[in-house]
Nanobody, 118 residues
Framework: QVQLVDSGGGLVQPGGSLRLSCVAS????????MGWYRQAPGKQREMVAT???????NYADSVRGRFTISRDNANNTVYLQMNSLKPEDTAVYYC????????????WGQGTQVTVSS
């Protein structure tokens, strides 16, 4: 069982920045692909960014060039630096840990609200 605690959301003006953090309670952090997903009201949850233990990243087209995902394997933490925020980035952001070894499983954080508004 892995517990994820995500934080860092808030209210920010368009063009502003926020950094989300997620701490994972596991001794095998390295076997998880970590990611951030988001869900806006009335919409399905969507992938924002993912990162492997080796640092390979993947981004949704809508955030590429504005958001940066990173991880600190020594401290079981993953970050999402969000710059040039837009109103359409408003959503609840969820940290995800995807176990890559069998049995494959997904774990989720409780979510943190990001609101971009003037």
């Amino acid at each position: 069982q892995v517990q994820l605690v995500d934080s860092g959301g808030g209210l920010v003006q368009p063009g502003g920045s926020l950094r989300l953090s997620c701490v994972a309670s596991t001794s095998t952090f390295h076997i998880y692909v970590m990611g951030w997903y988001r869900q806006a009201p009335g919409k399905q949850r969507e992938m924002v960014a993912t990162i492997t233990s080796g640092g390979l990243t993947n981004y949704a087209d809508s955030v590429r060039g504005r958001f940066t995902i990173s991880r600190d394997n020594a401290n079981n933490t993953v970050y999402l630096q969000m710059n040039s925020l837009k109103p359409e980035d408003t959503a609840v952001y969820y940290c995800n840990a995807h176990r890559t070894l069998l049995p494959r499983r997904d774990y989720w954080g409780q979510g943190t609200q990001v609101t971009v508004s003037s």
